[in-house]
């Protein structure tokens, strides 16, 4: 795991006052970490996809100034964008190996109890 931090870039950012609380609570809405939830903000301003960009008519550059219908007909456009994109990648993936599918871990603090008494 050290490994991987290492690789990833790391960048201190101040944020303007209120800004850390939207960010927090949509995060939370969205279920990701604060850091994710900016990751995924910055390849939407930027139009990327994966290690892609997308065309320049679809990165969130353009929506500076625009009225709001034209940033989120932009958005829209941009987003069918890219779930196509990903589709026809996932459709070209080879199929999964369900062979040996991981376990599913418990959910429920019963669950949790009822496998502690199973491995005693």
């Given at each position: 795991?050290n490994?991987?931090?290492?690789?990833?870039?790391?960048?201190?950012?101040?944020?303007?006052?209120?800004m850390?609380?939207?960010?927090?609570?949509?995060?939370?809405?969205?279920?990701?970490?604060?850091?994710?939830?900016?990751?995924?903000?910055?390849?939407?301003?930027?139009?990327?996809?994966?290690?892609?960009?997308?065309?320049?008519?679809?990165?969130?550059?353009?929506?500076?100034?625009?009225?709001?219908?034209?940033?989120?007909?932009?958005?829209?456009?941009?987003?069918?964008?890219?779930?196509?994109?990903?589709?026809?990648?996932?459709?070209?993936?080879?199929?999964?190996?369900?062979?040996?599918?991981?376990?599913?871990?418990?959910?429920?603090?019963?669950?949790?109890?009822?496998?502690?008494?199973?491995?005693?």
């Amino acid at each position: 795991m050290n490994e991987k931090r290492a690789l990833n870039d790391k960048f201190m950012l101040r944020l303007p006052d209120g800004m850390r609380e939207q960010i927090k609570e949509s995060a939370a809405k969205n279920s990701r970490s604060m850091n994710a939830e900016i990751v995924v903000a910055l390849e939407l301003y930027f139009g990327i996809v994966g290690d892609e960009r997308t065309p320049e008519h679809q990165t969130g550059q353009n929506l500076v100034g625009l009225p709001e219908e034209e940033q989120l007909r932009k958005i829209i456009a941009g987003s069918a964008h890219t779930m196509y994109q990903e589709i026809k990648r996932a459709l070209r993936a080879p199929e999964p190996d369900l062979s040996n599918p991981p376990d599913i871990p418990p959910r429920t603090d019963e669950e949790l109890e009822q496998l502690r008494k199973e491995t005693e």
